[in-house]
Structures are given as structure tokens and as C-alpha cells.
């Protein structure tokens, strides 16, 4: 029973977004330290809480594909395109710091890299681009690897895709349908008939399958630009922590997660 002399204490917008925890999360580690830092870690905070919200989001648009509800996933799929139109814009004032800027701290990151980022390959796991030995980079019992581990053998938001169109009376191929989760996104000819199909059968779905375009083209977007920031501010020099820096992002461009839509565009 309530107090009227002791009300209960009114939810702020500080406690609430948990505000005081989050401002002592930028801890830079350079000497003075140097103020282009925090611009850095800021921006990289946000990307990962970006990041975690794509994959709530994807996991979303899985599940309205599994019940069916292909509106409310396409809808899903808008909300993660622009998302990463924000992305994109975060780097825009990413490039605001200038090479000797970022030189001025480079060193204080260490092993410290952005290839280290387990929610983003997390996001490529959930989209259906998975590779084997990506979790066991991170340590045994680690929440990283438990994460990676769970969504190397969950079935992918393109999975999902496919048995949804199957379950709309797009008959896909069974071994498409029935191949281990485990295995990456590849191009396949049956698949590729069922989904001209449903270009010229199926205006409705034949939208839903824009939206995984349109998702796919975001991410090359997000890669392209990635990579000139970081050819912009280090060159083609290796990056933090030893790894392969530009030469490995620029391997990655025009490389799609849904191979099967690009390949149909001829024949539409």
C-alpha cells in the first residue's frame, strides 16, 4: 500500500535510459587525452548499439516470416534499411578527423579492431553469409561466442524468406528447404525460377522480395563507404590489431548476401 508521506520516486528520463552508466562507458586511453579519442569511441559505441538493434530487428522480421505476416516483415526490413542510412551518415563525421588525428592515438588501441566486432558478423550470420571457426576467435564460454554459436546453427532471415514464399504456394526447391542451417547463402537456379516467378505472379510479394534488395543494396552502400573512411584515414596501411585493413574491406565490396535476386534482374 502506497505512502501519501513517502511517495514512490518518479521514473526519470536519466534513470531510465540508465544515462549516469552510459557517459563513464568513454574511457579514452591516450595521454591528455588526445580530442579526436572520444569522437572515436563514441561513434563505435553507437555503431554496436546500432548493431544490436538490426539484429532485433531481424530476428523480428524471421519470425512475422514464419507466421506469415510478410507486411509486418517487409515493414521490419524498411526500419533495418534505415538504419544503416545512419550508418552511413556516422561516417560523415568520422571523416571530420583527419590521418594525423587519428595517428595522434592509433597506437593506444592495441589488438583493439573493428574486424573484432561480434555483433556485426552476428548480423551476417542472421542475413545467411555464416563461415565456420568465426566463434571460436572469441573466448570458450564468452557471451560473444554463445551469440556466434547460436546463430551459426539457427536458420538465416533468408531461410526464413524462402520457406515463407513456400509456405505462400511458391513451391522451392526441397533441398534448398531442407540444407543444413550451417551453410552459407548460394546461388541456386530453382530458387532462381520460383522468385521470377513471383516477380510476375505475385505483385505482393514480389514487393517483399524488393525490400531484401533493397537491404542488400544498404550493406554494399555501408561496406563502399566503410572502406574509403578507412583508406581515407590510414591509406592501405594495415589495420589495428594487425589485420589486413583496406585490402580485406575492399575484397568484401560488390560481394551480395542475396546473390539469388541479383542474378534474376536480366530476366525480369
Known sequence: MSDPEHPAPTLTYGAYLAVEELLELQRPRSEGPEHDELLFIVIHQVY?????????EGDYAARRLG??????????????????????????????????????FRARLDAASGFQSDQFRQLEFLLGKKEEGVAERFPEGSR?????????????????FLRYLDGEGHRMPVEVLTRSERLPIEAHAGVQDVLVRVYHDDPKNGALCERFVDLDE??????????????????????????????????????PVFPDLWEIRTRL
Open 48 to 56: 554496436e548499439l546500432w548493431f544490436r538493434q538490426m539484429l532485433h
Open 67 to 104: 507466421g506469415g505476416d510478410g507486411h509486418r516483415a517487409g515493414d521490419t526490413l524498411r526500419r533495418i534499411l534505415k538504419i544503416l542510412k545512419v550508418l552511413v551518415g556516422q561516417l560523415d563525421v568520422l571523416e571530420t578527423m583527419t590521418p594525423i588525428e587519428f595517428d595522434s
Open 144 to 160: 560473444a561466442r554463445e551469440q556466434l554459436e547460436a546463430r551459426m546453427a539457427a536458420p538465416s532471415l533468408w531461410a526464413a
Open 218 to 255: 544498404g550493406l554494399q552502400e555501408w561496406r563502399y563507404r566503410h572502406v574509403k573512411m578507412v583508406e581515407r584515414t590510414i591509406g592501405m596501411k594495415r589495420g589495428t590489431g594487425g589485420s589486413a585493413g583496406a585490402h580485406f574491406l575492399v575484397r568484401s565490396l560488390m560481394t
